[in-house]
């Protein structure tokens, strides 16, 4: 732990290190990791219950007086009424661990009278430790790092996730994805939200969105955006966004070209936007669409598959 870092931080940074540790053990037999379904595509394993555990223990043993927000156990750990609100992710991309495909995290964020103020992603198969305290900038393992610089569309890297449970509308997520696909370098799906925030953050990619995601998934991502110079709101551009179930970040120009795309799907849009939509939907295909920075939105024949 280091010196120059905000104490709350440090003690955040022990707790994610402690549970990305059973994580880690787990993942080397994940054939034996019981699992099972809270729904449709939604699942908890034991290594979920056992990190959630050791994340809560660490946090209130250094600031008993503190609230509890976890995915797994809701708020009944924790103080009830305090100002400051640990919100954790446990292991942010379940299914992906318990398909050994390496791609999870674990997410813990401190909300201080409803605003994130420490962020702590810890990625325990890489070994990655990402971190931002309010106001101090966001880290890679003590490195600082900055949203990407790249303000074309059809030079940018989008991640994504995919609708799962039933319920989820399926056909507007498709549209979505034609929508940016075809406008930019490519679309990935890695699978861990809380992760793909962290990515934006480290420039690895231009930009991501997604409907459907828990505070516990974005808290701490979207302080690790911000401080990293980019920005995170919902589809219509609205940044209060934590609770809203709808989230959408990158680097100033790209997200601002986004909100262009996808603000028309947000359940936020007005009732034009809305109509248009319902229109669109309803008519043949046609040409693809205008980037919205004012390219061509149909790849060159030369250029690289969009995924």
Same mark, same amino acid.
């Given at each position: 732990?280091?010196?120059?870092?905000? $104490?709350?931080? /440090?003690?955040?940074?022990? =707790?994610?290190?402690?549970? &990305? @540790?059973?994580? *880690?053990?787990?993942?080397?037999? +994940?054939?034996?990791?019981?699992?099972?379904?809270?729904?449709?595509?939604?699942?908890?394993?034991?290594?979920?219950?056992?990190?959630?555990?050791?994340?809560?223990?660490?946090?209130?043993?250094?600031?008993?007086?503190?609230?509890?927000?976890?995915?797994?156990?809701?708020?009944?750990?924790?103080?009830?009424?305090?100002?400051?609100?640990?919100?954790?992710?446990?292991?942010?991309?379940?299914?992906?661990?318990?398909?050994?495909?390496?791609?999870?995290?674990?997410?813990?964020?401190?909300?201080?009278?409803?605003?994130?103020?420490?962020?702590?992603?810890?990625? $325990?198969?890489? /070994?990655?430790?990402?971190? =931002?305290?309010?106001?101090? &900038? @966001?880290?890679? *393992?003590?490195?600082?790092?900055? +949203?990407?610089?790249?303000?074309?569309?059809?030079?940018?890297?989008?991640?994504?996730?995919?609708?799962?449970?039933?319920?989820?509308?399926?056909?507007?997520?498709?549209?979505?994805?034609?929508?940016?696909?075809?406008?930019?370098?490519?679309?990935?799906?890695?699978?861990?939200?809380?992760?793909?925030?962290?990515?934006?953050?480290?420039?690895?990619?231009?930009?991501?969105?997604?409907?459907?995601?828990?505070?516990?998934?974005?808290?701490?991502?979207?302080?690790?955006?911000?401080?990293?110079?980019?920005?995170?709101?919902?589809?219509?551009?609205?940044?209060?966004?934590?609770?809203?179930?709808?989230?959408? =970040?990158?680097?100033?120009?790209?997200?601002?070209?986004?909100?262009?795309?996808?603000?028309?799907?947000?359940?936020?849009?007005?009732?034009?936007?809305?109509?248009?939509?319902?229109?669109?939907?309803?008519?043949?295909?046609?040409?693809?669409?205008?980037?919205?920075?004012?390219?061509?939105?149909?790849?060159?024949?030369?250029?690289?598959?969009?995924?």
């Amino acid at each position: 732990m280091s010196s120059n870092l905000h $104490p709350m931080l /440090n003690v955040a940074i022990k =707790a994610a290190r402690a549970a &990305g @540790a059973i994580i *880690n053990r787990a993942a080397l037999d +994940v054939e034996s990791v019981r699992i099972s379904q809270k729904q449709i595509n939604d699942f908890v394993t034991e290594v979920d219950h056992a990190s959630e555990k050791i994340i809560i223990e660490t946090l209130l043993t250094a600031y008993p007086g503190h609230g509890i927000l976890a995915e797994e156990s809701g708020s009944q750990h924790g103080a009830k009424d305090s100002e400051f609100v640990w919100i954790i992710d446990p292991l942010d991309g379940t299914t992906n661990f318990i398909h050994g495909f390496p791609v999870y995290c674990v997410s813990i964020a401190l909300a201080v009278r409803g605003k994130i103020e420490q962020a702590v992603i810890y990625d $325990p198969s890489r /070994n990655d430790l990402f971190t =931002a305290t309010k106001g101090r &900038g @966001a880290f890679l *393992n003590e490195r600082r790092i900055r +949203v990407s610089k790249r303000t074309q569309l059809k030079q940018c890297l989008i991640s994504t996730g995919f609708p799962f449970r039933p319920g989820d509308n399926f056909k507007n997520y498709l549209a979505m994805m034609g929508d940016v696909m075809q406008r930019t370098a490519g679309l990935r799906r890695p699978g861990a939200a809380a992760l793909d925030l962290a990515y934006v953050a480290a420039g690895y990619t231009d930009g991501f969105f997604e409907t459907g995601l828990s505070i516990w998934d974005v808290a701490a991502g979207s302080l690790l955006v911000t401080e990293a110079g980019g920005l995170i709101g919902n589809f219509t551009g609205e940044a209060d966004f934590l609770e809203q179930k709808e989230c959408l =970040a990158g680097t100033p120009r790209i997200y601002g070209q986004l909100v262009q795309i996808l603000g028309k799907y947000s359940k936020f849009a007005g009732a034009g936007d809305k109509a248009a939509l319902r229109q669109a939907a309803e008519e043949p295909a046609g040409d693809a669409a205008s980037d919205a920075d004012g390219t061509d939105a149909a790849p060159d024949a030369s250029e690289d598959a969009p995924f």
